[in-house]
Antibody, heavy 122, light 112 residues
């Protein structure tokens, strides 16, 4: 079945970087993009960006521009999301999800990975 | 960014009774291609979100027919015809007419 499996929880210090992986299985990897959404404790969902697994093109949320990079490895069907210069308000559960749709409009996301908790604390 | 506003923020429902969640967007979600890019997700307690409805009213694969979506322009509704225990969780609407995709605050559905 279609499945996205993410890497495990991390604890980071302010100013450090994090890199979360998302390994896809059960479908043709390059036919669907991957999106990243995060959820701060007790908060709602925030879109971070998405990446085409076909050509590596990515769109990022404006507020994260310059701090986030998404990459794809077609040899292992894995997408990576790196966030740099971490702050305490980056503490969140980070989700990857398969993206249906190829345009900047009209995309939906399913299924989602199990989530990765990243805690930023000194 | 398009602001998505859900009401109510919480809902307590007797099993077997209907439930309704409203979602309003700060701008129309109708694309020039005629489609409206409004989606509904359910996040069960301790789980990842899952897609329920895409493009206002289309149930995603495997979603029970007690879930239905409706609306147009800037006002949308998710209805559960007969709430079951497994429907407990947070419901989010999301728009993707333009970047960035944005979510509502979430509506918590509980069972009485």
């Amino acid at each position: 079945q279609v499945q996205l499996v993410q890497s495990g929880a991390e604890v980071k210090k302010p100013g450090a970087s994090m890199k979360v992986s998302c390994k896809a299985s059960g479908y043709s990897f390059s036919n669907y993009g991957i999106t990243w959404v995060r959820q701060a404790p007790g908060q709602g969902l925030e879109w971070m960006g998405w990446i085409s697994t076909y050509n590596g093109n990515a769109n990022y949320a404006q507020k994260l521009q310059g701090r986030v990079t998404m990459t794809t490895d077609t040899s292992t069907n894995t997408v990576y999301m790196e966030l740099r210069s971490l702050r305490s308000d980056d503490t969140a559960v980070y989700y990857c999800a398969r993206r249906f749709g190829d345009y900047v409009w009209g995309s939906w996301f399913d299924p989602w990975g199990q989530g990765t908790l990243v805690t930023v604390s000194s | 960014d398009t602001v998505m506003t859900q009401t109510p923020l919480s809902l307590s429902v007797t099993p077997g009774q209907p439930a309704s969640i409203s979602c309003k967007s700060s701008q129309s979600l109708l694309h020039t291609n005629g489609k409206t890019f409004l989606y509904w997700y359910l996040q069960r307690p301790g789980q990842s979100p899952q897609l329920l409805i895409y493009e206002v009213s289309n149930r995603f694969s495997g979603v029970p027919d007690r879930f239905s979506g409706s609306g147009s322009g800037t006002e949308f509704t998710l209805k559960i015809s007969r709430v079951e225990a497994e429907d407990v969780g947070l419901y989010y609407c999301m728009q993707n007419l333009q970047l960035p995709p944005t979510f509502g605050q979430g509506t918590k559905v509980e069972i009485k």
